[in-house]
């Protein structure tokens, strides 16, 4: 049985770029959160997404969007990067009615 | 007021002895508190779940959960040197549709000295 997926791992990108991660949830769960996590903090809630549609987001700019497809993968996309962007973003399944949720392995972003 | 607290630490505690880390909360209307552990430069990976006052308990892990004081700990009995990480708790918001969103203490740091 998979866990939950990201790719890819680590990436670099340069200020103003544009940068698109992906997330491929845990069999049987249908919901994906995505969270951002500083160095030195907890993780923060950036949005999830359920029934392909944006159900709720965190304290974040319009810069960063998602989208789900019919297959319950997801992405998350940030535009115009700014150096404080620099996290590790964190991509969590559930499914829709349990608040326990799996979180996949991170991609390590760095804006330099 | 965070919404969720903890000390940050570290948490040094000797091989074999029990570690105790501390949790409170804000919203009382929560009803899911979660512990995760994250090595570092790895992903949180979840380690206890805890839905109603009480203890409960997963082999050298204890959650105990006190809804009245807002108040969620994780004692880890017999601690290993390979317990040592960021302890992260986390407790549910609801959002709209029944849906949930995590919102997470800035975790505590565990220090297990041979």
């Known amino acids: 049985d998979a866990g939950v997926t990201q790719s890819p791992t680590h990436l670099i990108k340069t200020r103003g770029q544009q940068v698109t991660l992906r997330c491929s949830p845990k069999?049987?769960?249908?919901?994906v959160s995505w969270y951002q996590q500083a160095l030195g903090q907890g993780p923060q809630f950036i949005f999830q997404?359920?029934?392909?549609?944006?159900?709720q987001r965190g304290n974040f700019p319009d810069r960063f969007s998602g989208h789900q497809f019919p297959n319950y993968s997801s992405e998350l996309n940030v535009n115009a990067l700014l150096l404080g962007d620099s996290a590790l973003y964190l991509c969590?399944?559930?499914?829709?009615?349990?608040?326990?949720?799996?979180f996949g392995q991170g991609t390590r972003l760095t804006v330099v | 007021q965070k919404e969720v607290e903890q000390n940050s630490g570290p948490l040094s505690v000797p091989e074999g002895a029990i570690a105790s880390l501390n949790c409170t909360y804000s919203?009382?209307?929560?009803?899911?508190f979660f512990w995760y552990r994250q090595y570092s430069g790895k992903s949180p990976e979840l380690i206890m779940s805890?839905?109603?006052?009480g203890d409960k308990e997963d082999g050298r892990f204890t959650a105990q959960l006190n809804k009245a004081s807002q108040y969620v700990s994780l004692l880890i009995r017999d601690s290993q040197p390979s317990d040592s990480a960021t302890y992260l708790c986390?407790?549910?918001?609801?959002?709209?549709?029944?849906?949930?969103?995590?919102?997470f203490g800035t975790g505590t740091l565990l220090a297990v000295q041979p």
């Open positions: 969590a399944s559930s499914f829709r009615h349990s608040a326990e949720a799996f």
């Open positions: 069999s049987g769960h249908d919901t």
């Open positions: 997404y359920y029934e392909e549609e944006e159900r």
């Open positions: 919203d009382r209307g929560s009803q899911s």
């Open positions: 805890i839905y109603s006052n």
């Open positions: 986390a407790v549910n918001g609801l959002l709209r549709g029944a849906t949930n969103k995590l919102i």
